[in-house]
């Protein structure tokens, strides 16, 4: 018997252009409140209803001025002008500033009509009806412009953009109540294989293994506010995985078959995939290491995602293809992983050409830089695996890098 083949190979740029490109966003938009929406992705572009801060503000304690009227002012030469009024922090002022006036302005308050700078309160003295000025300001000094942080009708959410603190914060100021969202996808997982039994199985025999994936899974998409539910075991058994696979379909938007997307005689992920729906299978085994068995099919219009066993490459695969499917579907516009910086190697790692890799790392800080450790190892897998602060990802085209050089550094669970 020759050897058996991955038939529908891709890279992951294949899978992140040719079957991404696949995957239509679900578009069911609801309405809910501000309070609600971290997480979730806009379903329209909110402007600004006012500018922001929405009023010129004095970003220091002092007296707001005309600015033309400290022209010249020094220690020795100061600038005198009429005490007018008090502004305090919520108050508007009682009336505009004219000219040769100054006004004592408190942090964050609002400069009065007329006013176009504020002089720190270390360069005045106050003597009773005036105010003397020992340094010049120019204009706009120490004010916050009314509109320097937003204008009006600028965009301050748009559609496609998954909502985080910042885009709260926007709205809270702004007083918006309520957005439209696209609502979370719903995931069902199915785990198979005759070895797998649940994780809490008293009367396990030590040759049986317990589902840690499809728990894990569960706990991490809902962390990120996805919805998931197991939909059990399955025995390897072609007919019992298409009636599963077949029924969950009828619930979720998207599907995970967790172990069983390898190539052996016992495998039954693709030829379900294939009996359940239409086109069936695009892509079975992707040029990634770890994560390489993973199966990416489309059956009527759902993604259905065959993930490998290993928890390793289960992890790798899930962090990498998994989530801008589920990302995609919701409608958002970035959906690709991000490097959220680059690391240095702390020693060699090497790589097989052709196939981008992924190597779990612990980071360090030293000498003003972010060092990475490798922790690749054939025998430590799943312990290695909660060790690691995430993993760096090397290019299909080379063979490894050599410590002291850079790599892009993905966390695994934290964060998109
Ligand atoms: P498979 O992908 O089905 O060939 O499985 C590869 C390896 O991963 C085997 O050693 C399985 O025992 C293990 N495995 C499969 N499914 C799971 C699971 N749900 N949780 C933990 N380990 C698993
Ligand atoms: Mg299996």
Redesign the pocket.
């Known amino acids: 018997m020759g050897e058996m083949r991955f038939l529908k190979l891709a890279t992951l740029q294949q899978v992140y252009s040719e079957y991404l490109r696949l995957v239509n966003p679900l578009d069911r938009v609801e309405q809910i409140s501000v309070l609600e929406s971290l997480g979730f992705v806009s379903a329209e572009d909110i402007p600004a209803r006012q500018d922001l801060p929405g009023f010129n503000k004095s970003l220091v304690d002092g007296y707001a001025v005309r600015a033309k009227d400290t022209t010249g002012a020094s220690t020795s030469f100061p600038a005198v002008l009429h005490f007018a009024f008090e502004v305090k922090v919520g108050e508007e002022p009682k009336r505009p500033l004219g000219q040769n006036e100054a006004a004592w302005i408190a942090t964050g308050a609002m400069l009065p009509i007329g006013a176009d700078a504020v002089v720190m309160a270390e360069h005045t003295q106050r003597f009773g009806e005036y105010v003397e000025v020992m340094k010049p300001v120019a204009v706009g000094e120490n004010v916050f412009k009314k509109d320097d942080d937003v204008k009006l009708g600028q965009l301050i959410v748009t559609k496609g953009v998954r909502i985080g603190p910042g885009h709260l914060q926007l709205m809270f100021q702004l007083g918006i109540q309520r957005l439209k969202v696209f609502r979370r996808v719903s995931v069902g997982v199915i785990?198979?294989?005759d070895?797998?039994v649940e994780p809490f199985e008293q009367n396990k025999s030590i040759a049986q293994?317990?589902?840690?994936?499809?728990?894990?899974l569960e706990c991490w998409l809902k962390s990120l506010g996805f919805r998931i539910e197991r939909v059990g075991l399955c025995r390897?058994d072609e007919e019992m995985l298409f009636k599963m696979l077949k029924d969950s379909m009828k619930n979720h938007d998207a599907i995970v078959i967790?172990?069983?997307?390898?190539i052996?005689t016992?495998?039954f992920t693709e030829s379900a995939m294939n009996r359940s729906g239409k086109p069936g299978v695009i892509f079975h085994g992707i040029l990634m290491q770890p994560g390489k068995?993973t199966v990416l099919g489309l059956l009527d219009g759902k993604p259905v995602v065959g993930?490998?066993?290993?928890?390793v490459?289960?992890t790798v695969s899930a962090r990498f293809v998994l989530l801008p499917i589920l990302r995609k579907l919701e409608g958002e516009i970035d959906f690709l992983p991000k490097p959220v910086g680059m690391v240095k190697l702390a020693r060699n790692v090497s790589s097989r050409q052709g196939r981008e890799h992924f190597v779990r790392v612990r980071l360090f800080v030293r000498d003003a830089q972010v060092w990475a450790e490798p922790l690749e190892s054939e025998t430590a897998q799943v312990s290695n695996l909660a060790m690691a602060d995430g993993v760096i990802r090397l290019p299909a085209n080379i063979e490894g890098l050599y410590a002291g050089d850079f790599a892009e550094f993905y966390p695994l669970w934290s964060g998109w």
Request: cysteine-free; aromatic content about 6%.
């Open positions: 785990s198979t294989g070895e797998i293994v317990r589902d840690s994936n499809s728990y894990t390897d967790v172990g069983g997307s390898s052996g016992r495998d068995p993930l490998p066993g290993n928890p490459s289960f």
